[in-house]
């Protein structure tokens, strides 16, 4: 087992695609072991994107993830990351495969719906950055 972070962003959060992004994740055999809706701070998306300070949409990507409610989840299943990163698809909604939930639900190359670590070292900063270890009991098994 294996887990990783998503979050469902705001552009989904305000749509009111959050219980279906989840489904969807249940669906695919991701258990829930943590769940939250928080709004951050620029300076809270800035620290959590730190990695792509250089990047020239830093400002707006940081913005755009401090602009309304987000809900972080803790997710458990076998190849969690990897799983997870394929049933998004590509980060520009136009670029990915029918069926992934970006190319289902996202607006565009930044309001791309969902976020979900890309390595098990990105998994092993991003978790604690939302949970604590309160958070992180096994689930059972089903
Ligand atoms: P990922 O979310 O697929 O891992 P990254 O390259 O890590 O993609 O970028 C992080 C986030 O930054 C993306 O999910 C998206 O919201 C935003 N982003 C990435 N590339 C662009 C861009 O070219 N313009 C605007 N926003 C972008
Ligand atoms: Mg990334």
Do not use: W
Not at 39 to 53: I, M
């Amino acid at each position: 087992m294996e887990r990783t972070l998503a979050i469902i962003k705001p552009d989904a959060v305000g749509r009111n695609l959050a219980g279906n992004i989840i489904a969807r994740l249940q669906g695919e055999g991701f258990v829930v072991l943590g769940l939250k809706m928080i709004r951050l701070s620029q300076d809270d998306a800035k620290r959590f994107y730190a990695v792509h300070r250089e990047r020239p949409f830093f400002d707006s990507l940081t913005a755009y993830m401090a602009s309304g409610p987000i809900i972080p989840l803790l997710l458990q299943r076998d190849e969690a990351i990897k799983t997870l990163r394929d049933v998004m698809g590509a980060t520009d909604p136009s670029q990915a495969a029918p069926g992934t939930l970006r190319q289902e639900f996202g607006v565009d190359v930044e309001k791309n719906s969902i976020h979900g670590s890309d390595s098990p070292a990105s998994a092993a900063q991003e978790i604690p950055f939302f949970f604590s270890q309160l958070a992180c009991h096994e689930a059972e098994p089903r």
